[in-house]
């Protein structure tokens, strides 16, 4: 009997509360198949670690370290980059040949449209070159923009029910703080992430599916005005005496002075002022129809690194695609990606399938026109039938320690170094 | 027997994530007492509502929703308000007017330094003009500023707990989310709230009392330039390669455009740009030494507004609180605040007492000097010895209902008017 292969798995993009659950699944799955895969090695920070041949060694972790991994949100487990590969160049002849040096038989890559790209050119050359290497996608999106527009590749990436019951709940404190303080602070405005697709912001609605909140939702997709914006507010002022403001971080108010990643995309977090800030000092100066103030607030990466509002139906379907992607390896080998498909039916049910990468690294999916509504400033009941399931029912079990969220500590024991230094194509002067 | 005579509970200021629970108290323990109290009324939206003779009547609200109020945060139940009361000017006897007109003979004020001076005249106005009317604080505040700095008058301002457990607890999801996420994003700068006094991001360093992060903390009192700020987190840079920076919305960075309230306080979330966004802007512009940006959040009212990170330990004391109000009021008569002292010994525990308002009207709360480091960047472990106890052991109990917050619903079932339209003197043209 030959000896089990190894595995690598690593992440890629921005994390999300459910990104562990998916690592979890695969660390866990794997070492059920001892016949099938040796050591389990995670890319420190992502394709980097792999570059730089720095392996954390999964196997060596303590079990219950590995099962918390569950409720332990964002990337600070194994890490997450946001390296842009470019094919051809020498980093994927030398993902291969770290691969290669430590026996590596399987390499699941979890992210977005870009990391499935990736994992689907290391398939290809791998298959190219005649090395034996199954590359495997798990998909990984807060903003829910992986895939097709008509659902079919995927229903709904893992991450995004946790967002969205993010959304959910703070929109929920947020009407408390509102209705409460609305004598002087009549406006909040709320800064959702989604740089090009509103899936984030369109999540408030969940909160209000009766729509008794004096609430209104600005998508990228909205396509309004900012003079649109304040004479919606100051109508919604003059009938409720307040209102409260949900908007992409992507909505187009004009210059913001963007910061860029290394795959051109805005990175609005480092950008030199914030939609939210825009609009709040567009409101003030125009002036209100209320006495008081607009004011406004960023969450920020606490969006996607929130624990406590992580949805155990996403958390579970997170464990379940990292599982899923395991078990396609074995069965179907190189080139897929587990996926989520709704069953029909009216309750909520899953099954979980595959995918070819090349199909998911080619897509686009776009928010449905037909989910927005007339006014351009809520979202239909439609989308609430979609999104409502994937925030689950309940609190999720973080488990705390001293007061404290004990999260999963993973030692940094990396494989030895078999192959030479090596400075990603990327990050040469 | 004499009928006994009527209540008002107002509240005014910021709200807190237990301001609830010490209105749950207070109308809870005056129903305990029908031979004392008659109808419990509250003011919608503070003392406003009391001036527009616009009283919520809480006696006939169902017992469940009363109940309900302990994991409702915020103000949304009976509202608060940010009016400034002028002393001799007739709002004050409109106060009384109103009062009188509903044979009032309790006055509650929750609230911070600025309503417990309010409340104590109030107290001084009725005993001058012969009406009998006790007037009796609640202290309430996220900043933890009411009182003095020997904390002899109170040891901590319920609300100050439950921020405290959210910078706990979301500093320890932003170490995740910074140590996953630092080969693009080696920076990540949170602002918390403080205008003045840096009790709130101070409450950061619980996340991690063992130093183990790359955690720097700037309070207002800190009194560094920007460019020491952009020294300290470049060394940091260097020795970890990421590097997380709580500030105080109040840190001095220069102009921010600021915007005021009635009381001439700065309204950080309502001015022209932030200190976090200054301080993002200047460390980009300056260049990073590390690959990657610094980006920012400002996460708002979501601290004062948030029902999980609520502490456990803060809402029985909010509840207590409002509870040894109704009790000083019985039995000391007018002109007091309930107040909560720490018990000397190693294991916390607390007494429930009273204290003049007059005094605490007076007072004013500074940041122990020497619970901040000689860093400047850093406060101390008896800051720590001092804070922990405040934010409890377990998550507080919120229930949740198809998946929602299930917080109170206040029925908006108004007392007659008995008194002539008022409009607030502060509101004429």
């Known amino acids: 009997m030959t000896k089990a292969r190894n595995v690598v798995v690593a992440q890629s993009g921005g ?68 390296y842009k590969l470019k094919y051809g160049q020498e980093d994927y002849d030398r993902i291969l040949e770290v691969l290669a040096a430590h026996d590596v038989g399987t390499f699941f890559y979890n992210g977005g449209n870009d990391s499935m790209d990736t994992a689907n050119k290391v398939a290809i050359l791998a298959k190219e070159k005649g090395i034996e290497i199954v590359s495997t996608g798990v998909p990984k999106t807060i903003d829910n923009d992986v895939g097709d527009s008509e659902f079919k590749l995927i229903d709904h990436t893992p991450g995004y029910g946790s967002v969205a019951r993010y959304w959910a709940l703070i929109t929920q404190n947020a009407n408390e703080e509102n209705r409460g303080a609305c004598p002087s602070d009549p406006v909040l405005v709320l800064q959702a992430m989604g740089r090009k697709i509103g899936f984030i912001p369109a999540a408030a609605r969940l909160a209000d599916p009766e729509r008794e909140m004096p609430l209104q939702i600005y998508l990228r997709e909205s396509d309004l005005t900012l003079e649109a914006l304040a004479e919606n507010v100051n109508a919604r002022l003059k009938t409720d005496g307040r209102c409260i403001v949900v908007i992409s971080e992507g909505f187009d108010v004009g210059e913001l002075g963007e910061s860029k990643d290394s795959f051109g995309h805005t ?8 939609v939210a800030q825009v609009v709040v000092n567009y409101l003030n100066s125009k002036g209100l129809a209320a006495r008081g103030s607009a004011r406004g607030q960023v969450m920020g990466t606490d969006q996607r690194d929130t624990a406590i509002y992580a949805s155990n139906v996403d958390l579970d379907e997170a464990y379940e695609v990292g599982r899923k992607a395991v078990l396609i390896a074995v069965e179907d080998g190189s080139g897929w990606m587990s996926t989520i498909l709704r069953e029909p039916g009216d309750s ?64 940094m024991k990396f494989a030895g170094k078999k192959c030479k230094t090596y400075i990603p194509a990327g990050y040469r002067k």
């Open 267 to 274: 990175q609005f977090s480092s950008s030199e002022t914030t």
């Open 15 to 82: 994390p999300s509360p459910v990104i562990n659950s998916s690592l979890q699944g695969v660390v866990e799955t794997c070492r059920e198949m001892p016949e099938k895969f040796g050591t389990v090695y995670a890319g420190w920070h992502g394709i980097e670690g792999v570059l730089k041949e720095e392996l954390i060694d999964m196997s060596a972790q303590a079990v219950k370290e590995i099962s918390l991994l569950r409720n332990t949100p964002a990337a600070g487990a194994i890490g997450t980059c946001r």
């Open 348 to 411: 909520y049910a899953v099954r979980y399938d595959k995918v070819p990468l090349e199909e998911v690294a080619n897509s686009e999916r776009t928010f449905p026109k037909a989910w927005i509504t007339d006014s351009r400033i809520d979202v239909t009941d439609d989308f609430v039938a979609y999104a409502r399931p994937l925030i689950g029912d309940d609190w999720p079990n973080v488990p705390l320690v001293d007061g404290l969220q004990r999260f999963a500590r993973i030692e």
